[in-house]
């Protein structure tokens, strides 16, 4: 089963607007990442943010983390229409194995 | 798609046949990765690797089987057991689950 779970998960917005996403997860995890996946695509690294860690950047993007909620959420500032593509969480820890459990994904569009 | 290759991009097999996806990775990280991605489901595990010669079940091993005789590869065996093997494919390697997963670019499988 997965433990992330994206909402919404289907955006449509105009270019040069923000998207923003978010995922719940239901045990406690070491960290949460983010990943995006153009379509028929393999998944490209975003971020990572540990549990220990509120808030992250890394160029337009900017993540959060909730663990009291668990519950993280990404935005995209000032999209591009390179930007469409599907969003996907992955947490850690889930079985206490070492593996990631994937969410169902966030498809955005951006339109020009 | 960084140092890890999938191959074929696409394959077709008949109903009843056997056939396997190759991984390779030259980013000389200890773990790799299976997993299956259907439509609006995301990516679900199938099975995964620490270490060479060993691996272990993700959530839907039923049907498919792999081997890690190298560090550097990870081929997924498709078995005629599989129920519904037509899906998406992706392959990845990690230095471990706390850390970044690099994708491959995928195998479209079609069986009829």
Redesign the interface.
Known sequence: ??QGEEDPQALSIQEGENATMNCSYKTSI??L?W?RQNS??????LI?IRSNEREKHSGRLRVTLDTSKKSSSLLITASRAADTASY?C?T??FYG?????????NQVVVIP | ?GGIT?SPKYLFRKEGQNVTLSCEQNLNHD?M?W?RQDP??????IY?S?IVNDF?K??IAEGYSVSREKKESFPLTVTSAQKNPTA?Y?C?SGA???????????T?LTVT
Do not use: I
């Not at chain 1, 028929?40 to 690294?45: D, P, T």
């Not at chain 1, 194995?97 to 994904?105: H, Y």
């Open positions: 089963s997965q070491n960290n990442q990943y028929g695509r393999g998944l490209v690294h990572l996907f992955a850690d820890n194995n070492n593996r990631l459990a994937f969410g169902k994904g | 798609d999938q773990a990765y997993y609006g489901q995301g990516l679900r595990l995964y620490q272990q993700g959530d998406f992706l990845a471990g689950v706390s850390y970044e997963q690099y994708f491959g670019p995928g479209r």
